[in-house]
């Protein structure tokens, strides 16, 4: 797909990560559309980027969204499902015996706002992009965490599900010419990171990581860059993690 060309939304594209995947693909052409929760960043976007307030958890304000982007822009492109919430909680907490298991509430609301969200998106926009015969592309950002993280059930539950959405999607969307791939990242430099992790956790990551760093929010948009560009990419989940899971 010529990325010049292409109509892009990226979900939760207002801070962190999904603002670096917006503003690369708007450096190298895209006309990209921003839809975040956060009214206050959305609205701190620079000029030439076009923002929406968007619950990406509620079906029916995405498939109004989806719907007024196609009157304005003619087709949706690519969606980028990057909106999420990174949550940590483990399973047991022996230091809390009132609350000693890991809250039920709080595992649902972090499955909503990582799983529920990426299948509502994608649910509204590739309504759209099967309406009017897109060939597109849906990326997914889905997490090292993936593999199953020490403190993040349900983060990594969540993502897991990311990543068993992405194959399944690449398997019945393809035969529709709508393509779908999901980027890994690892650990990268964002302020969530650095909120959700102590220094000394961070020092242990880059030590065991083979490039001795954190990524940055560039790296991982390059990678979303070139799933979209490459035709003949489907399916695959991309890791970006400077070599930490070999
Ligand atoms: N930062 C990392 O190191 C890292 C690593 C692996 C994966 N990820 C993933 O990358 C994505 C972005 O993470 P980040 O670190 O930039 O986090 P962040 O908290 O900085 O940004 C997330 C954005 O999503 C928005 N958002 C959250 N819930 C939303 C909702 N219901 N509707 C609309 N927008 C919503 C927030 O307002 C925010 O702008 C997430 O999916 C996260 O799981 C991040």
Known sequence: ME???AVILVTGGAKGLGLGIATHLQERGATVIVADLDAKSVAALPKQ???FVLD???LDDAR???AKMVTQHGRIDVLVNNAGVIYSEPMVNIMNPLGMM???DRFRASITANLDSVFIMTSAVVEQMVLRRTRGAIINISSISACGNEGQTAYSAAKAGVNAMTVTWSKELGKLGIRCNAVAPGFIDTD???HALSESIVKHIQSNTPLRRLGK???VAKAVASLIDND???GVVLDVNGGLTI
């Open 64 to 66: 109004d969204m989806a």
């Open 102 to 104: 890991h809250d039920y």
């Open 232 to 234: 003949f990419m489907n």
């Open 3 to 5: 990325l010049e060309s």
């Open 192 to 194: 969530s990171t650095r």
């Open 49 to 51: 980027m076009e923002g």
């Open 56 to 58: 990406v958890t509620r």
């Open 217 to 219: 929010a560039n790296e």
